[in-house]
Each structure stands twice: as structure tokens, then as C-alpha cells.
């Protein structure tokens, strides 16, 4: 079995390699990515498709997904570019609110789909999610405009804390905590603050200090580095875990002297 996986998997490489030096035609970017959500463009031939990289679902939290642009038979549209807001229309509500998003630049000489990411602040379990995604086809000079219905749900060990300080709310992902394994860690947060309902911008500015705990067993860890910050909101450091079990991280969050944020991300491994 495992020999033929292996030789369907040289034979689909063979082709995809075959397929590419053949000026992009019939090549997909997102071969190997899971299909998440896709919608038609009102009065056109094209439609949005949405990809995220594991088998795994849009969660609470910190998302990377890929963006195309296809035709309606599925030919994947490379000379385009795509932007996204994120919306959310709450249940029971009249309100609307957008989310902390980001976009890399687009190379459209690239082979690759689009890349973005969301925090999603909340479950669909609480309203509506949608990306309101603006479309340009530069061969047809096409452009438009389509909302991306999407799901959203709430993983078991949450991924995002909010915490209100001096009236401001701050939203704090932690990212890649599937991953988490005995030994060291990267760890890496984003924090960002909702300064509107439409306006979430990144916050750069802070020290975060982290201290791994494992309350069955009442002891921390050695060797863990605080995460300091990147770029556009995201800090990077290392956790190092010791054993297998339950762990909380314990995370303070300062901006100067004043403690904006204390909170624990479960993990488990
Ligand atoms: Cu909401």
C-alpha cells in the first residue's frame, strides 16, 4: 500500500512538473490545500475560492488561508489580485464589526495563490462571517466584488483572549499551539486592539513575558525565551516543555509599566 502511495504520489510530481514548464496552463497553486469556502462573482465567469493548508477548519484565533481567483470550469486566473475584509454580522444584534486581518503582496508573476490571515473573534455560532472580497482580472479587465460566506468554530483549548484595559479592547492569538510538542517550542502571539468596529489594527509596542506551568504536577520549565516583537503585531519567542500533559502558558502582557493583560492558554500535549 505504502509503495503505491508513493508511486501515485512520483506520478501526480511528474505531472505537476510537466504541467509547469507549460506557461502556468492547467497548473492549480492550491493542489495539497484543503477547500474551504468558495462563492461565484455576481455577473461574471469567475469565482473566489478559499484554501487553508491542513485538513483543519477556519478556528477562533489566528488563520492563514489562500485566496484564487478561478473561472467557472475551474481554471485558475493567475494574472489577478484579491483583497478581503473581514465582517461579521452578529445575531440578535443590529451590529456589524470587521476583525484584525493581513495581506501579503501579490506577485502576480508568481505560481502561487494569495495569502492572508484573519483573527477571527468570534464563532459563527454567534452571527455571520464574511469576507467581502474585491476582485481584479487584469487580462479581461474585470473587476468586482463578492462576499465570501465563511465558518468559523471554536476550537476546545481556545487560541484568542480578550482582555479590556483603559476602555480598549485587546485581542492576543496564540498561533501554531497544535504543533506543540515535548521540548522546545517556537512560540509566537499577535496582539491586536480594536480601535473601531471596522479598525483593528496591529499593536508593536509591547513586552510580553510568558511562564509555562503544569498545575497537576505544580512546576514550571526552564529554557523559555519571552517573545519579543517581529512585525505588524506578531512576537516570537520559545516554550519549552518538559513532559507531556496539561500546561497553562501563562501570559503578561505590558505596554510600559502598566499590565494591560494576565491570561493562561491551556495546551495540551
Ligand atoms: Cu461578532
Redesign the pocket.
Known amino acids: 500500500m505504502k509503495k503505491l502511495h508513493k508511486v501515485l504520489f512520483i506520478a501526480i510530481l511528474a505531472l505537476t512538473q510537466a504541467c509547469s514548464d507549460d506557461d502556468n496552463e492547467g497548473t492549480n497553486p492550491a493542489s495539497g490545500m484543503t477547500e474551504v469556502a468558495s462563492v461565484a462573482i455576481p455577473d461574471s465567469d469567475f469565482k473566489v475560492v478559499m484554501y487553508i493548508e491542513e485538513a483543519r477548519s477556519l478556528e477562533v484565533g489566528y488563520n492563514h488561508f489562500s485566496l484564487g481567483l478561478y473561472s467557472a470550469d475551474g481554471e485558475w486566473m493567475s494574472n489577478s489580485h484579491l483583497s478581503i475584509t473581514p465582517m ?1 454580522e ?1 445575531f440578535e444584534m443590529d451590529m456589524m ?1 470587521s476583525a484584525p486581518f493581513e495581506a501579503t503582496v501579490h506577485d502576480a508573476s508568481m505560481d502561487m495563490l494569495q495569502s492572508f490571515a484573519t483573527v477571527f ?2 464563532p459563527s455560532t ?2 455571520d462571517w464574511t469576507l467581502n472580497v474585491s476582485v481584479m482580472e487584469m487580462d479581461s479587465e474585470f473587476e468586482g466584488t463578492v462576499s465570501l460566506p465563511v465558518t468559523v468554530t471554536a476550537p476546545e483549548l481556545t487560541r484568542l483572549k480578550s482582555v479590556t484595559s483603559n476602555e480598549k479592547s485587546y485581542f492576543i492569538s496564540m498561533l501554531n499551539t497544535q504543533d506543540f510538542k515535548v521540548g522546545s517550542n517556537d512560540l509566537e502571539l499577535t496582539v491586536h486592539m480594536r480601535e473601531s468596529m471596522m479598525s483593528w489594527p496591529a499593536v508593536e509596542d509591547l513586552t510580553i513575558e510568558i511562564e509555562p506551568e503544569m498545575p497537576a504536577m505544580g512546576h514550571g520549565s526552564p529554557n523559555n525565551v519571552n517573545p519579543v516583537h517581529d512585525a505588524l503585531g506578531h512576537y516570537k519567542g520559545t516554550v519549552n516543555f518538559t513532559m507531556t500533559g496539561e500546561w497553562l502558558i501563562n501570559v503578561t502582557i505590558k505596554d510600559g509599566d502598566t499590565v494591560l493583560a494576565e491570561e493562561a492558554f491551556e495546551v495540551e500535549l
Do not use: E, K, W
Open positions: 461579521m452578529m464589526h473573534v468570534m454567534a452571527g
